[in-house]
């Protein structure tokens, strides 16, 4: 894995997760928008902005890869590399959250 890909998502960010997350199958935008709002109990609404400017970075760092266009709509899928990216955060969430138990 490129040193800054993992500099640049390593923490990563709680949109960036959560738009990984949901790329495991493929997705559209508004299909993300959709899921992220239902996995976060509406605790998190991502904006056309923010959703659309995030996978066109995910794409263009490799994290993400374009599908095929359905209905005007294009598909993604997370990638091999953000995989990776995705369950290194996990694991890293995982230390603080044992952090955190043991702590309290």
């Given at each position: 894995?490129?040193l800054?890909?993992?500099k640049?998502?390593i923490p ?8 990984l997350?949901s790329?495991?199958?493929e ?12 996995l976060?109990?509406?605790a998190?609404?991502l ?24 209905d ?6 997370i990638?091999?590399?953000?995989t990776e990216?995705l369950?290194?955060e996990?694991q890293?969430l ?5 952090i ?5």
């Amino acid at each position: 894995m490129d040193l800054h890909i993992k500099k640049v998502y390593i923490p990563m960010t709680e949109t960036a997760f959560l738009i990984l997350l949901s790329l495991r199958r493929e997705n559209h935008g508004y299909g993300v928008v959709q899921q992220v709002e239902r996995l976060t109990e509406g605790a998190v609404k991502l904006t056309p902005g923010t959703m659309y400017g995030s996978l066109s970075k995910m794409e263009k760092d490799g994290l993400i890869s374009f599908v095929r266009e359905e209905d005007k709509r294009k598909l993604y899928i997370i990638t091999p590399l953000g995989t990776e990216l995705l369950e290194l955060e996990k694991q890293r969430l995982e230390r603080l959250h044992r952090i955190i138990q043991e702590e309290l």
